[in-house]
C-alpha cells in the first residue's frame, strides 16, 4: 500500500509569491492534516480536512489556507509568501478523525524556502 | 488553552534505560500518542494511550495518568538508531496537539 505522497519536495520562491502544496492519502484514508514544522516552533497544526470539509484550523493566519478533493486529495496554498514561511510543511492521513488509535501517516514533506 | 511540556534535550547511554516525560493541557482531552522523526525523516506512530496506565510495544512502552494531565515514554535497551526526536501529541477538541518534541541523544 502506498504511502503518503507530498509533491513537490523542495520548493522555493520569493516574498510576496504564492504557493500550493499537494497531498495524497493513503488509499482509504479520509482525514488529511496540514502542519508546519521549524526549528523554532516545532510541529504546528495548520488545520485538517475530512469529507472535503475543514473540520479543524490552527492559529495561523488567514494567508494559509487549503481544501480536499472528492478522492481525498488534499491541497495546502500559502498566499503573500513571508520569510518566516520558511519551514517544512507535512501532510498526514489516517482513517478517520478523532481516532488517536489509528495512527496519523505522515508524508515526507514539502521543504519551502522563502528568498 | 492549551499546553504541552516535555524536555527539549535528553541523553542516554547505549544499552540504558531512559523516560521521556509530557505534560499536558488540553479541552476534551481523549488520548496521548507518541511520534518518533528521525532527522531529514517523517513522523512515525510509536503509541497511543487512551486510558490510565502502562501500554507496552517491544522496547517502548507509554503511561497515561488522566488525572495528572501526565504521560511519558520510556525507551528500554536504547540503541543508537533511536536516536531521533519524540514527539507527545495529546488529542484533544477534534485535534491533535504537537509540539517542539524533545531530541534523544545515544552515547555509544
Known amino acids: 500500500k502506498a504511502g503518503v505522497t507530498q509533491t513537490p519536495r523542495y520548493l522555493i520562491k520569493t516574498r510576496g509569491q504564492q504557493v500550493t502544496l499537494s497531498c495524497s492519502p493513503i488509499s482509504g484514508h479520509r482525514s488529511v492534516s496540514w502542519y508546519q514544522q521549524t526549528p523554532g516552533q516545532g510541529l504546528q497544526f495548520l488545520f485538517e480536512y475530512f469529507s472535503e470539509t475543514q473540520r479543524n484550523k490552527g492559529n495561523f493566519p488567514g494567508r494559509f489556507s487549503g481544501r480536499q478533493f472528492s478522492n481525498s486529495r488534499s491541497e495546502m496554498n500559502v498566499s503573500t509568501l513571508e520569510l518566516g514561511d520558511s519551514a517544512l510543511y507535512l501532510c498526514?492521513?489516517?482513517?478517520?478523525?478523532?481516532?488517536?488509535?489509528?495512527?496519523?501517516?505522515f508524508g515526507d514533506g514539502t521543504r519551502l524556502s522563502i528568498l | 488553552g492549551q499546553s504541552l511540556e516535555q524536555p527539549s534535550e535528553v541523553t542516554a547511554v547505549e544499552g540504558a534505560i531512559v523516560q521521556i516525560n509530557c505534560t499536558y493541557q488540553?479541552?476534551?482531552?481523549?488520548?496521548l500518542s507518541w511520534y518518533q522523526q528521525h532527522d531529514g525523516g517523517a513522523p512515525t506512530f510509536l503509541s497511543y494511550n487512551g486510558l490510565d496506565g502502562l501500554e507496552e510495544t517491544g522496547r517502548f512502552s507509554s503511561f497515561l495518568s488522566r488525572s495528572d494531565s501526565y504521560g511519558y515514554l520510556l525507551l528500554q535497551e536504547l540503541q543508537m538508531k533511536d536516536s531521533a526526536s519524540y514527539f507527545c501529541a495529546p488529542g484533544g477538541d477534534d485535534k491533535i496537539i504537537f509540539g517542539k518534541g524533545t531530541r534523544l541523544h545515544i552515547l555509544p
Open positions: 488540553t479541552s476534551g482531552f481523549y488520548g
Open positions: 498526514a492521513s489516517s482513517l478517520d478523525l478523532r481516532v488517536l488509535d489509528q495512527p496519523q501517516h
